[in-house]
């Protein structure tokens, strides 16, 4: 069959250049995993077996990456397998091709892609923790004002504040490695869609591949996706969460606000203003990670209303549309975090802002509500009534307004003195008193950082080991498939 001209140039010669970049090595891999378990279940006898082996050892797969479409093999799979048969001969080469098909290879390397793209992500979500915990650690006891609505707020501290987008990222973690376990299941020997009356070992060729174990169902095998839209809906979630993060940093960055300096290899100057310092790290960070969940959304919209079994709009075309969204995702990710490890946070700024615009009046409402006895509703109108006197009297002390308000309002005049006023007021008074189990006071976000550290040490070790799993696989393989 010869394609159409224009076929091979908006179809066929982007796929093979994408399959080359994307596919090549679990392309192979799954050529040597399935010889190796057609080979122990006597399906090919040995010596074709050992004849199919040395076939693929000849493949090159740098000499692949330098060939120039030509629309003469339809795909990347038919162009190694012209290089097989080339080896050693039709009769041989076909008998690799026993008890499989396109579709459960296709689907396999997708796989095995994929979970090499969650790990990388995953990866980096560990090194963006470990970076806000060294930053949580240094700024325990550093207040800052925190808002709601948009408008200054209460006080808590930095570690606080970090402390919550790390639990945010913990809950990413763990999605994506939920995710992980549900991608590395093998979809290798289910064949078309239904299997094969062959009688063939999955859990052998799962396990040369680095794989759990194989998918249960073979139809599901070939027509789920779900696999893949957890993994792109986790990644989402992540971005959007990152995306807040990163828009509140860059807030804090301005001369408005001066609470955050990035180091200096992550700023750039102006061209025509000698003044600046951009904080560009972060906005391209926000920016490429935009970018990602964009394509994270086009991956969704790509497998929408689309036939439950083996269809194009899942395969050549989608995928690398995937790995530029886990590329990119990654790539925020890792920028963030290195941006964050030089941050420098200042302090006695925070800390002074803190204390403007009646961020503590909450804490003096309680107080009057332990110290006094009065309801909180009567105590908020209290100390609601601060901020109104305080502008219209400017020359009269906070003991003399809260006396007189309280009289108006509840009949009582509440008698503080003005150190006392000051103690209560005070930022650091305000997230001392507040020992909530995961409130803002230092010891308890010392409990929670330790903690954090504890599972930040645990998804690392369950990370590593993942990793390590795959590598033994590829040895595994290698070390059979030179046996044969």
């Known amino acids: 069959m010869r394609f159409a001209p224009e076929y091979i140039t908006y179809v066929l010669n982007e796929n093979f250049e994408d399959a080359k970049a994307l596919f090549l090595a679990p392309l192979i891999a799954i050529h040597y995993a399935h010889l190796v378990m057609l080979d122990a279940r006597g399906i090919v006898p040995h010596p074709t077996a050992r004849a199919i082996r040395d076939a693929l050892d000849s493949v090159s797969p740098a000499d692949v990456q330098r060939v120039i479409y030509d629309g003469t093999h339809e795909d990347l799979f038919f162009y190694i397998d012209h290089l097989i048969v080339s080896a050693c001969g039709e009769d041989i080469a076909g008998r690799l091709h026993t008890a499989r098909s396109r579709n459960d290879i296709d689907m396999t390397m997708y796989r095995m892609r994929q979970r090499e793209f969650v790990l990388g992500l995953l990866g980096a979500t560990l090194e963006l923790r470990r970076s806000l915990l060294e930053q949580a650690d240094r700024h325990r006891e550093t207040v800052f004002a925190v808002h709601t609505h948009t408008q200054r707020a209460q006080p808590t501290t930095v570690a606080h504040y970090l402390l919550a987008v790390v639990e945010q990222l913990e809950r990413d973690g763990v999605r994506l490695r939920g995710a992980y376990e549900r991608t590395n299941q093998s979809p290798l020997g289910a064949c078309a869609i239904t299997g094969t009356g062959f009688d063939i070992d999955r859990q052998l060729t799962a396990d040369l591949l680095g794989f759990s174990g194989p998918t249960r169902n073979t139809y599901g095998s070939i027509a789920t996706v ?43 100057c102006s061209s025509i203003m000698p003044q600046k310092r951009n904080p560009v790290a972060l906005e391209h960070g926000r920016a490429i990670g935009s970018k990602a969940l964009g394509q994270a959304q086009a991956v969704m919209i790509s497998v929408h209303n689309t036939p439950f079994g083996d269809i194009v709009d899942t395969e050549d075309d989608l995928q690398p549309l995937v790995f530029t969204m886990f590329r990119d995702a990654t790539r925020a990710v890792k920028l963030v975090a290195a941006a964050m490890r030089g941050a420098q946070f200042d302090p006695r700024r925070l800390e002074a802002r803190a204390a ?73 008074h305000f997230v001392d008193v507040r020992r909530t189990y995961g409130g803002p006071c230092p010891d308890e976000t010392a409990s929670a950082a330790a903690a954090s550290r504890g599972m930040l040490d645990a998804d690392q070790a369950w990370w590593t080991v993942a990793k390590d799993a795959l590598r033994e696989a590829e040895q595994r393989l290698a070390e059979r498939a030179s046996r044969l």
């Open 226 to 268: 779900d696999y893949l839209l957890e993994s792109t809906s986790s990644t989402s979630v992540m971005l959007v969460g990152l995306g807040r993060f990163v828009q509140d940093l860059l807030l804090w960055s301005t001369s408005e606000f001066d609470y955050v300096h990035l180091a200096d290899g992550f700023v750039q």
């Open 356 to 428: 403007e615009g009646w961020t503590t009046l909450t804490e003096l409402a309680d107080t009057l509500v332990r110290d006094r006895g009065i309801p909180f509703k009567a105590a908020h109108a209290v100390a609601g009534c601060l901020v109104g006197e305080s502008q219209h009297a400017p020359g009269r002390t906070l003991s003399d307004l809260l006396a007189d308000a309280s009289n108006r309002l509840i009949g009582t005049p509440l008698v503080y003195s003005d150190a006392e006023l000051a103690d209560i007021l005070s930022p650091r």
